[in-house]
């Protein structure tokens, strides 16, 4: 039986009409039209299909639409204002974090949400933070050379574990 | 061979990969209302939490409900003391609460490290406490969309065989997979379940069947509400170690829950427990091991004997992919790091320095 929901997703109100089995990812790719949400295994494996859900990184394949139903999602469309990219954002092109892009997305929102919990983490923190999101072109390296180099910048440079 | 070709095409052509099909979804404001939607839901109905086991399993054809009962609207309680002393924690609860609460890192610093350590920081958001431990057996076989396996279904999928054991009569080996299970066992907690006649209270050890099809002793219409750590639990030394394939983002290869308790001086162990998960089809207490290491001195030469002994009695089933010789060895290297572990930190609390001879942690 079909609903009416409402998602705030980057701040903006969407009424949809979804059937509840409608993943919230299929719903912010297909009736939405946002496609920065990637759909990787679609099983909650790979961390492609990454948004946050107030603050907190989910994985939108295995969440139903209805389950979000008048809750705030920030997409990767939602992170740059216009043409200017976010601090992650810019750190991962400073750093050549990208190579085929699919992943991108799902880590710079887990690279988000880790920054506002903690500003300042070290290497093991990054790590565990984007355990759930899986790369497999960069080796991690570079994605992680761009999450401290976009962590706050009065922090003390963090090179202690350098060699991962 | 027409029709066995007719079937592999029909199932190709009906097939919806990924996608999941329609059912109800229902959206209860209170836990009795949560249980009146089940019995009135009947047998095809199934409880969605976080979802991140449930709706995988969906999309593979394992689960297949007519109904979802959404515990959206349920919201955790914070987790406190009660009167009586337990640590009392909602079943809602999701694991990023509990592995990040300081009450249960004091408390429980074992049921932290094994909520700390499931799946990624994505599945720890959605999933639940009373989700891990009511999630589905595994299988390597099982856990892949049917429709590219051409084969028939195997017990789990209401078939008639078991691949990965042919030979081992009609019952299900999926292994069960929580890394809270073992622990909870560890701690001696009870699980408050609400029926549609009352609360009842169960010893979580009494919880699991090790029956593949069925591995929960849970009525399709009740509902697991709380978890209750009894007060002598929450002074004892606990540790929990998850051995995975890669670190993080992975189903344990084993897991491994210890909880001693250690008498005045921190030396003589007076009650032991320790139990392994995610090696059969449902969590194994190492009993002999246990009464070895119960009144007996806590010292490096026991403990690679008790986890030798641990080694032997625990049966592990051979799965995904690892063999029995490689899981016993887990266990009992697992066994010897965790009470090392204890061992250090007692040394480390009493200012001396006893392990290092001889005993490679």
Redesign the interface.
């Known amino acids: 039986?079909k609903?009416a929901i409402e998602l705030i997703i980057n701040g903006e109100t969407h009424d949809l009409i979804v059937?509840?089995?409608?993943?919230l990812q299929e719903a912010i790719r297909e009736q939405i039209g946002l496609k920065g949400t990637k759909a990787g295994c679609?099983?909650?494996?790979c961390?492609a299909c990454?948004v946050l859900?107030g603050d907190?990184?989910?994985?939108s394949c295995?969440?139903?639409a209805?389950?979000c139903q008048g809750k705030e999602i920030t997409t990767i469309e939602g992170l740059s204002e216009g043409p200017t990219l976010s601090n992650m954002q810019k750190a991962f092109v400073r750093a050549g974090a990208v190579q085929c892009g699919f992943c991108t997305p799902g880590v710079i929102l887990?690279g988000t949400?880790l920054l506002k919990k903690n500003p300042q983490p070290n290497v093991s923190d990054i790590?565990?933070?984007?355990?759930?999101?899986?790369c497999r072109c960069t080796g991690y390296n570079s994605i992680i050379e761009a999450v401290l180099d976009a962590s706050d910048p009065s922090a003390p440079q963090q090179d202690q574990e350098k060699k991962l | 061979m027409i029709c066995w070709l007719e079937k592999i095409s029909g199932g190709l052509l009906n097939s919806k990969t990924m996608k999941l099909s329609q059912f109800d979804h229902k959206t209860p404001t209170s836990k009795k209302e949560v249980v009146d939607l089940l019995i009135t839901s009947g047998q095809d109905s199934a409880i969605l939490a976080g979802g991140t086991d449930l709706i995988p399993n969906m999309k593979n054809g394992i689960l297949m409900p007519k109904t979802l009962v959404s515990l959206k609207h349920l919201s955790a309680q914070k987790e406190h003391i009660t009167k009586n002393g337990s640590l009392k924690l909602d079943a809602v609860s999701t694991l990023s609460q509990i592995a990040e609460s300081p009450l249960i890192k004091e408390k429980a610093p074992s049921l932290a490290q094994a909520a700390f350590h499931v799946g990624g920081q994505q599945i720890r958001n959605r999933a639940t406490l009373g989700g891990n431990l009511c999630q589905e057996s595994r299988c390597l076989y099982l856990n892949q969309s049917h429709d590219f396996q051409f084969v028939e279904a195997c017990y789990k999928r209401a078939g008639d065989c078991c691949y990965p054991f042919p030979d081992g009569g009609r019952i299900c080996r999926a292994v069960f997979m929580s890394d809270m299970a073992p622990v909870l066992i560890t701690l001696g907690a009870r699980l408050v379940v609400l029926t549609s006649h009352g609360e009842r209270q169960v010893d979580i050890a009494d919880f699991y069947t090790g029956d593949g099809l069925k591995p929960m002793n849970l009525d399709p219409n009740e509902l697991i509400t709380s978890v209750l750590i009894p007060l002598e639990s929450q002074k004892m030394q606990c540790r929990f170690i998850k051995a995975t394939p890669r670190g993080g983002l992975e189903f344990a290869m084993v897991s491994i829950a210890v909880a001693l308790t250690l008498d005045k001086r921190d030396k003589k162990c007076s009650k032991a427990l320790i139990a392994v998960g995610s090696i059969n089809t449902k969590p194994l207490r190492a009993l002999e091991a246990e009464k070895k290491l119960t009144g007996s001195l806590l010292k490096p030469s026991n403990v690679l004997e008790v986890s030798k002994k641990a080694a032997n009695e625990i049966k592990p089933l051979p799965h995904h992919g690892y063999s029995r010789g490689y899981l016993s060895q887990l266990v009992e290297v697992y066994i010897k790091r965790s009470l090392i572990d204890i061992i250090k930190a007692v040394d480390n609390k009493n200012g001396n320095q006893i392990v290092g001879k001889g005993v490679k942690p």
């Open positions: 039986m609903q059937t509840p089995n409608v993943t679609e099983m909650g494996t961390g990454t859900l907190k990184p989910i994985l295995i969440t139903l209805v389950e887990s949400a790590k565990k933070a984007l355990e759930g999101n899986l």
